[in-house]
């Protein structure tokens, strides 16, 4: 079955600094991932996709992830952190075998201090 | 506007009393899902839908139904509701779920406390 880790459920940085968020996924076949935001009392918004046209994706936002089948990796990144940033990122799955459903890594809680 | 709705966005109710979590999407997509969110899991799926009459059980069904009479609209049905089920729920809907390429979007999200 397929899954995702999401390494740190917290991380924090400053304002304008490097914002790296982890990700790692399980599949026997290439996957489909995504990554989505939740910002506090609001549903979850798409960030950007991987569904292997190219291995650098670029989302909404700065935000950029890239896709290393090597290491099973599909780490976010954004160069320079804004204070509205804060939020809670969601990086998942969509597993083609099982009524295509998403399946969630645990979240990580990104705080971006003044 | 497109988009997927849901209602109520707060419920607080009591342990056994039936209750119904609306959702509705513009788009005309043909897949609809519930999911669940509980802190530290991430979000779990509950039940999905391919289409009009069509559903199927997701990971944490116990104690859910659903049924898709339509092809906006997919309700979240809680029989007999129990301390358990108090928790953060969305519904999220997509233009297929064939090659599972497309994204869902997501409605704002019911919290739901059963006492």
Excluded at chain 2, 34 to 50: A, E, F
């Amino acid at each position: 079955a397929q899954s995702v880790t999401q390494l740190g459920s917290h991380v924090s940085v400053s304002e304008g600094a490097l914002v790296l968020l982890r990700c790692n996924y399980s599949s026997s076949v290439p996957p489909y991932l995504f990554w989505y935001v939740q910002y506090p009392n609001q549903g979850l918004q798409l960030l950007l996709k991987y569904t292997s046209a190219a291995t650098l994706v670029k989302g909404i936002n700065g935000f950029e992830a890239e896709f290393k089948k090597s290491e099973t990796s599909f780490h976010l990144t954004k160069p320079s952190a804004h204070m509205s940033d804060a939020a809670e990122y969601f990086c998942a799955v969509r597993d083609k075998n099982q009524g295509g459903k998403l399946i969630f890594g645990q979240g990580t809680e990104l705080s971006v201090k003044p | 506007e497109a988009q997927v709705t849901q209602n109520p966005r707060y419920l607080i109710t009591v342990t056994g009393k039936k209750l119904t979590v609306t959702c509705s999407q513009n788009m005309n997509h043909e897949y609809m899902s519930w999911y669940r969110q509980d802190p530290g899991l991430g979000l779990r799926q509950i039940y999905y839908s391919m289409n009009v009459e069509v559903t199927d059980k997701g990971d944490v069904p116990e104690g859910y139904k659903v049924s898709r009479k339509e092809k906006r609209n997919f309700p979240l049905i809680l029989e007999s509701p129990s301390p358990n089920q108090t928790s953060l729920y969305f519904c999220a809907s997509s233009l297929s779920a064939q090659g599972s390429i497309y994204e869902q979007y997501f409605g704002p999200g019911t919290r739901l406390t059963v006492t």
